[in-house]
Each structure stands twice: as structure tokens, then as C-alpha cells.
């Protein structure tokens, strides 16, 4: 008799509150603040990019957001003005 074992393919995030209570760091608008299984982070919940821009491909892993321009579309920047 043999028996395999395997991890839980759950990816563990950043082990840091970077929004929510702890701080008093507030997620932009269409974001939330959620557990990443260690800490917290910002989760994209609602946001659309606005009319115009266009979509937002971006391999960056951005905790609090992507930075965005003056008409509101996202760029592949990450957003840590919030920190400040």
C-alpha cells in the first residue's frame, strides 16, 4: 500500500497588514482590504477601468494598488502613496 501526500495549493501572501485597522491605511477606491492567508492586503473588488483607458496588463504584484493617472486608469506602477 503506498500513499501520496500533497500540499494544499494555497499561495501565502506578504506576512505584513498593509491596510485595513492595524494601520490606518485605506485601500483605494474599488479595492478592499482582505487577508492574503498572513496579512492584509488591497483586493481589486470593483474596480473598472474608466472609458478611455486601456486594460491594465501588469505583472507587478501590487498590495495596496496600482498607481493611476490623472483621468483614473491604472498603470503598472505600484501605488505605496497611501504608506506616507
Known amino acids: 500500500m ?4 500533497s ?3 494555497f499561495k501565502r501572501g506578504f506576512c505584513l497588514s498593509l491596510c485595513g485597522s492595524v494601520n490606518n491605511v485605506t ?10 492567508g498572513c496579512g492584509h492586503q488591497c483586493y481589486k473588488t470593483t474596480f473598472v477601468q474608466p ?9 507587478l504584484n ?4 496600482y498607481a493611476r493617472t490623472d483621468q ?13
Open 2 to 5: 503506498s500513499v501520496t501526500l
Open 7 to 9: 500540499a494544499p495549493s
Open 27 to 36: 485601500c483605494p477606491s474599488g479595492y478592499e482590504c482582505r487577508s492574503n
Open 51 to 59: 472609458a478611455g483607458c486601456s486594460e491594465l496588463v501588469c505583472a
Open 62 to 65: 501590487c498590495p495596496l494598488g
Open 72 to 84: 483614473g486608469c491604472e498603470i503598472c506602477q505600484c501605488d505605496y502613496s497611501r504608506l506616507g
